[in-house]
């Protein structure tokens, strides 16, 4: 039996599906947007421009808007999919940011790269994750894509300026100030009077981690200065902005080796 899930995501201009097909076969169609499409498990194969592909984990398969496809479970077996639907002026406004071109890239139809693949399907269950953090979701999402279009367009990006140093710190002193907030990666752009695709390429020029990345170990070394003064790991948490205790006993676990309770007795 066939199964499809349309999933919420933490970025709500991009939509998220989750399926298993199983022996089944879709005529001729096409999307109004981009479809990023991930197997995760089985093999299909589809028909596009007169060419034949067959694809399966590892393979990142990319349909544009208005393209004329189709595609299929192999002989009588079943795959399992994870689908990005973009829309195409998201797309096209990123690929514009990316490399001052206004049209809509042009990407081949699917491709082998385990690492990409990879970073596609931890972005899907990221976005999917009920207690998100806004600005990894925001982050990520552009970091992921942004590495599509620059390796899978044919097109050079332009080079990323540093941002100054003036910039940098008034970005540090907002984080500090709203630690325990959800932060947007909107809201950080703005600051700099950047679009968020060229703050994330600037911010990663000029401190070698992503804006995201930078916020999580800041969030962590607040909390290790707030144990060793006394706070509870509850109070911690949700003063370094975790919501989540266990999200945050795991990712001070990983980021120290042990546990936020060994630190408020030793």
Same mark, same amino acid.
């Given at each position: ?23 089944? !076969? ?12 991930l ?8 028909h ?11 393979f ?27 829309p ?22 699917c ?30 999402t ?46 950080? !752009? ?23 990345a ?17 706070l ?11 919501y989540?205790? !266990? ?7 990983? !980021? ?11």
């Open positions: 039996m066939n199964f499809v899930q349309f999933q919420k995501s933490a970025v709500p201009e991009i939509g998220l599906i989750q399926a298993q097909y199983k022996n089944h !076969a879709f005529k001729s169609h096409y999307h109004l947007d981009f479809h990023i499409g197997i995760s498990q089985g093999q299909q194969v589809f596009y421009k007169g060419s034949k592909h067959q694809i399966g984990p590892g990142v398969q990319v349909m544009m808007p208005d393209q004329v496809h189709d595609s299929k479970t192999l002989k009588k077996d079943s795959f399992t999919t994870k689908i990005f639907s973009l195409t002026n998201w797309f096209v406004n990123l690929n514009n940011e990316l490399n001052n071109q206004h049209d809509i890239p042009s990407i081949q139809p491709f082998e790269d385990v690492y990409l693949y990879q970073q596609l399907i931890e972005l899907h269950q990221l976005l999917n994750a009920e207690h998100s953090f806004k600005l990894a979701a925001d982050s990520l552009l970091e992921v894509f942004s590495s599509l279009l620059e390796k899978y367009s044919g097109r050079s990006p332009l080079p990323a300026v540093a941002i100054g140093n003036k910039k940098l710190n008034l970005l540090k002193e907002y984080v500090v100030s709203h630690l325990n907030q959800r932060i947007h990666l909107e809201h950080l !752009a703005r600051l700099c009077e950047l679009s968020e695709s060229q703050l994330l390429r600037q911010f990663k020029k000029q401190t070698g981690l992503t804006p995201y930078w916020l999580a170990r800041l969030r962590l070394e607040q909390a290790l200065l707030l144990l060793k003064a006394g509870s790991s509850t109070q911690v948490a949700y003063k370094v902005g975790f989540d205790q !266990a999200h945050f006993i795991k990712a001070f676990y990983q !980021a120290y080796g042990l546990t936020p309770s060994l630190v408020q007795n030793s």
